[in-house]
């Protein structure tokens, strides 16, 4: 059986890739393009660790086929900071606390950035919710809330609609 | 002591360490790891939750192509049962095991054999070519069903009063006359309880990347509290001796007491050694769930007896957990820690370790207390109901204290637990109005705290900065409140100490990242490194000035003349010290290792809001405050993590976390869709309060924080509903169709 | 899992041909979010992936000439809430669709996906069975209409032929004082599988209400429509009387197993409680004249 070959758009830059047929999006980010700030929590969706954007919309990299990839654009934990300037959100997790362990944070912050995308100005309740995908186990989610709140607010007052490569 | 009160640092919430990599997806977890040649492990498990392994034929898996090794029970150091073999709390005969089914499968998802091969795909084909003979045999999971009469014995060795049992072991602790304890009580509440099996639920599941050089040298990087422990349970397990082996603490994924074994090390070893390519294992989500250790579901029964007045005379404890399938329920903590907030005369608190058809039990968070707190603390709210007391002054009236003898058996020194309770009090929480159909409940909890041996190194870099490494992996945030201590004891920005954390080769020997340990232990080899590098440095000056060193004082990153009889010098700085260092005696370092001493146990005190839906018996945490006495909170933002996450664990365990088997005695909700932990809109703001009462024992009155949160959470939210709806639960999980049962009468 | 092909074809036609070839090892992938997870689990293991998002005619969203719509049956949730007028008119399809799993899941699974998985407790489906949707399949035999509460046969089973596809959901012209409303019961706040699924969709006139469709999910082998249900509604004024007597049918045409899920005694019991809230829900935006 031969592999596909897949060309992409990932953080702004074209890439391509071989895989099977039945990989999926997150298999190949960390595997053949070697970005593993995606993480695996389920495999089934449940998590979200596996966060990305698929032309702009949230989704699990984990429920997309690789194959699915072609033509489309992708952004990762990889594309939020700019070269050693990091994305606010980045900036006020760490301010905050926002993080124990990590491995939820990269799926957190993706995630996070698309909800400020859509809605500069979430309530604590539009938050939550954006965010129930996202499973953490070690913070109780308060810091994360919180630090997603006032990033909002903070970029409301600078004038930051986007942060993009 | 010198606890250190003008604080630049210590106190402070900067930035951590290792923050930068974990919000841009660089840090590196185990399962990001890759070798050249890397090859991948896949493990069989058995389907059955017992049965006897009558062979197993790996012929047909070893044929299929890209297959590069086979590993089965026989490769793995056998542990004979008439010899136990302690490593840590772990008796190496039930970890050769667990790790892979000898004579028998003891719990569907037991390891059978292993592979490794040139991709996942094939491995778990080959997997699917082994065959088995099993000869299956009757199981029980729940434990009075394996406490039955005429119940599946699962090991012939286990005998308890003289006959086959599936009881693995008892403790006691006693205190006073019981007997004489309760005669003397005017009221006496006895209730039973019964809580699930519940899973520690990290997101990072098991991970590991091994390799095995022709001479045996074997490097691993793996996902786990210990690395130390990694190195010591595969070399025992593969024969490989601890001096061959370097196990590297990858960053750790979330590990709560679940990751402080080894399961696929191992395994992952020895196919790496007979395949000699480095090999990967990592489980998924479903093997997490079916073949790790949950914590123990349990069966108490706590009974109370008090004076009208409201002095706790009497207290009795009997609690059964589970262990599944091989010796090692916590009942120590359910045993130990239970009536320890109380200053109770006369106490029998009994533990009993019940194995069955399911996985064995690890440690989770507080191992067993939170389940002894939950019986403990609903039956104090019972009490204190009866004898119309509020169920703060209640536990006031016989709150532990300095000089009580803890029912577990030391003589408590200075300790924090009044201070919560005084704390909750008067927080403005415990008497806020409350709406329709919303309850409030509180409940009290300790845990122990260990100490235990821990190495660090604190070295001086040519240009003047610091690097401190440690020993234990960094669950919590620690490397930031070292950063903090030691840029405090140093005098110079925290920004200029890099703490690392070192693998088996790197630094001395320390204890697992477990038992709200590590920085207690960390901080204190870390004062004491810092404090003789202090030494060399006034040393240094001192040479240069041609003073004695006792006329050096070190004080703001700079050495200085003591007083201005010492003479007239300008100070030497960090920097200066250290680019003189080759022509003044040598590199500036230093390094402790010590086995801790002084660890004091914590109590909790949290205060619970609920809101319940009685058409559909779901409730809602809609406000929580924990209050604990943390010592000192070096970094508070990650102290308040730890406390809101062990709250967020409670939450779930009292609410919706719960193992469901099936009528084959499998486990039906492997996955996060049916093992519901709270999502984000499950939970409010998780408000903290920490008291700080220095831990007397250490030099910046560090305690243990990271346990205690989870113990009183069940019974402060069991309380809470109690309070909305007027009906007491005595089983966990308070999920809707039993709350509502209850509601219904 | 071995020789599975994918293909994402851009015509209808071109789909029908490979998925009715391939026969009982094809599936049809939508949105993914059942499909991966069942491979990935070893539930299924298809030989061929017919990927179907590249077809106009199912990711579209149409307002018909009757002034209905036609959804296609991929069209993920999260497009279908970026409608500027659907949720306005169909404000219960329109949640239970956006029910579905995670925000991340809304980026993806659509209607037609949930209704062809075949779960008893799909979200959408109890929501679509009220709306009075009918559904377009095509196959090698043609194109053909169906009502939505006839496509479930059980438990992960419809009833279309071999060889059809879903193609899209038609929803009716409105009439004034129309409303609908889904509610399930989980017990977290997300993330949960219906543990009892109401769709209500009904209209008020002065007061009265003039017609209603109620669907119940997770309740038996497949979804229901409980016409007992909506009869105890028709010309009440949806006082309690009507809506005890409809949450009584509710609770009555439940089949429910005992499952990790929820017990049978449960799920009768909450049918009924569903239905008062769900009703009243949908009664509250049908008087508001949206």
Redesign the interface.
Known sequence: MTKLHVSTTINGEPAEFLCEPYDTMLDALRGPLGLTGSKEGCASGDCGACSITLDDRLVCSCLMLAAEAEGHELRTIEGMAHGDKLHPLQQKFLEMAALQCGICTSGMLVASDALLQKNPRPSEEEVRFWLAGNLCRCTGYDKIVRAVLETATDMREQGIREFRQ | MNVITNNKWIGQRTIRPDGADKVTGRAAFAADTTMPGMIWGKVLRSPHPHARIKSIDTSKAEALPGVKAVVTSRDIVDFPIDKSVMLGIQDMRWMCRNVMAREKALFPGHPVAAVAATSEAIAARACELIEVEYEVLPWSVEIEDALLPGAPILHDFMKFEGKPSNIGGRIEVKKGDIAEGFAAAEIVIERSFATRPVHQGYIEPHACLISVGADNKTTIWSSSQGQFMVRAMTAYLTGIPQSDIRAIPAEIGGGFGGKTIVYLEPLATLLAKKSGRPVKMVMTREEVMRATGPTSGSKSTVKIGATRDGKIVAAQGTFYLQAGALPGSPIRGAVGCSFSPYDIPHVLSVGFDVLSNRSKVAAYRAPGAPIGAYAVECVLDELAEALKMDPLALRLKNAAKQGTKAAHGPVFPRIGYIETLEAAKAHPHYTAPLGKLQGRGVASGFWFNAGGESSAQVNITEDGNVVVTTGHPDIGGSRAAIANICAELLGIDYRRVSVLIGDTATIGFSNLTGGSRVLFASAMVVTQSTDKVIATLRERAAKIWEIDPEAVKWENGAAHPASPNAGQFEPLTLAELAAKAPQMGGPIGAGVQLNTEGAEGGFGTHICDVEVDPELGIVRVIRYTAVQDVGRAIHPGYVEGQMQGGVAQGIGWALNEEYIYNKDGKVDNPGFLDYRMPVCSDLPMLDTVMVEVPNPKHPQGVKGVGEVPLVPVMAAVANAVHNALGKRFYSLPMSPPKVLEVIEG | ??????L?PRTLDEAISAFAAAGSAARI?A???DL??Q???GAVRPGL?V?I?KIAEMTTIEETAEGGFRVGAAV?G?VLAEHPRFGKVWPGVLEAVNLI?????Q??ASAGGNLCNGSPAGDSVPAMIAAGAVVTLQGPNGRREMPVENVPAGPGRTNLLPGEILVSFTLPPRPKGASDAYLR?I???????A?VGVGVSLTLKDGVCTTARVGLGAVAPTVLLVEAAAKALIGSKLDDAALNAAASACSAACRPIDD????I??RT??AG?LLKRTAAIAAQRAAGGN
């Open positions: 899992m071995t020789d599975i092909q994918y994402s992938m949105g993914g979010t991966l997870v491979m990935r689990s992936i990927d998002k993920p999260a799993g995670s925000t991340q899941v980026g993806r019961m017990p977290r706040t997300e993330m949960d599988i543990v990790k899920r929820g017990t005694a449960y019991k909450v409680v």
